[in-house]
């Protein structure tokens, strides 16, 4: 019998109240017959990134914690928050500070993108972003998801998605990782 894949997800979001970590969840819980961790991005709070303070510091040790967690999981499932068009500052200092260890932070692993907003274009800014930059970075992005108006689609009691369209497409997406 295979081993049960081994799933890393979290919403690229520091918010205590992140919706995209409400749909994160809920995605990772539609897997069947995997070990999924649910990662908080506020455990891997570093410093704002510069080259001075790399110099000062060296590799940040959260970093490279994230990294092993990473290389260590078969998939990597990511919830864009969409902040001004862009990944969140947080989610970019992330991902400047494991770069410079690992360029390709993903390494290789297949990837689930997914992102929501509270407006009708659920994270279409960040989606592109996060997409068009997915290769650089080492991920092997086998689909994508985004949920548009937050409020409206998910019902934040049950934890899921509320309008069936859309739970359908989700469910799809999600399927993806285990054919």
Partial sequence: MANALKVIAFAAS??????????????????EGCDVEILDLNDYEMPLF???KEEEIGQ??????????????????????E???????????TLDWCSR????????????YLSTSPGKRGGANVMRTALET???????????????????????????????EFDRELRNTMRT???
Avoid: C
């Fill in 14 to 31: 520091t918010s205590k109240q992140s919706i995209n970590k409400k749909l994160v969840t809920y995605a990772t819980s539609l897997l």
């Fill in 50 to 52: 510069s080259v001075d």
């Fill in 60 to 81: 940040h040790s959260l970093a490279q914690e994230l990294l092993t967690k990473i290389g260590g999981a078969d998939v990597v499932i990511i919830s864009f928050a």
């Fill in 83 to 93: 902040h001004n068009s862009s990944f969140s500052a947080a989610y970019k200092n």
């Fill in 101 to 112: 260890i690992e360029s390709k932070v993903y390494q290789g692993k297949d990837a689930v």
């Fill in 134 to 164: 997915a290769e650089r970075f080492g991920a092997n992005v086998k689909a994508h998801f985004s949920l548009p108006s937050f409020q409206e689609n998910f019902d934040t009691e049950s934890m899921r998605i509320s309008n069936p």
């Fill in 177 to 179: 990782i285990q054919s």
